[in-house]
C-alpha cells in the first residue's frame, strides 16, 4: 500500500502553537474521515500516538527552504555577446540581440543610440569598459521567440551550454 504522506505543518495540531525550525516533532499518519492523515505535535502536545495511528516518527522540524538567487556573471556574458557578435550566423542573430538588450540591463553595455540602414534597424552599442562598437540588429522577435530565446538564455546561464531548438 502507498502512503502519500503531505510535509510537516507549521502548528501543533493539539496546542496551536507553531513549530520552530530545529525543535522536536512527533509525527503521526492517522485514518480519519476515510482518508490519511498526518498530524505533527509539539513536545508539549505529545501525549503519545491516539488509538488509529498507522504510523508515528519524531524528527527535527527543518530550517525554511530559500531559494539561492542566481546571480549573473556579466563578464562573461559579454565575453559570449562579442564572440556571438563575432561569428553570429542568422539562427543566432536573434540571441545576439537578446543578450545585448540584457547587457544593456545589466549597465555593461551602453546604447550610444539607432541607426536605419534601408528597412533594417540597428541598435548602436558599446562596452562600459571602452570595448566595441557593436551594430546589432533589431529582431522586431514575437511572443514565441522571445520565449525560445528566453529558455536558451536559462539553460545557458544554469550549464553554460546553449540550445538552439
Known amino acids: 500500500m502507498d502512503y502519500h504522506v503531505k510535509p510537516i505543518g507549521k502548528t501543533c495540531s493539539k496546542t496551536g502553537q507553531e513549530l520552530a525550525p530545529g525543535e522536536l516533532c512527533y509525527s503521526i499518519l492517522i485514518q480519519q474521515d476515510g482518508e490519511q492523515t498526518r498530524l505533527d505535535f509539539s513536545p508539549d502536545g505529545w501525549d503519545g500516538p491516539p488509538e488509529g495511528t498507522i504510523a508515528q516518527w519524531r524528527s527535527l522540524i527543518p530550517e525554511p527552504v530559500t ?96 540550445d538552439m531548438a
Open 67 to 162: 531559494e539561492k538567487k542566481r546571480t549573473i556573471n556579466v563578464e562573461s556574458l559579454i565575453t559570449f555577446f562579442e564572440q556571438l557578435y563575432e561569428e553570429a550566423s542568422p539562427a543566432q542573430e536573434q540571441l545576439l540581440y537578446v543578450l545585448s538588450l540584457l547587457l544593456v540591463q545589466k549597465r555593461r553595455l551602453i546604447l550610444e543610440g539607432t541607426r536605419q540602414d534601408g528597412e533594417i534597424e540597428y541598435l548602436q552599442l558599446s562596452g562600459s569598459h571602452g570595448e566595441g562598437p557593436y551594430d546589432v540588429r533589431d529582431q522586431k522577435l514575437d511572443e514565441s521567440e522571445i520565449k525560445r530565446l528566453q529558455n536558451s538564455m536559462n539553460q545557458y546561464l544554469e550549464t553554460g551550454q546553449f
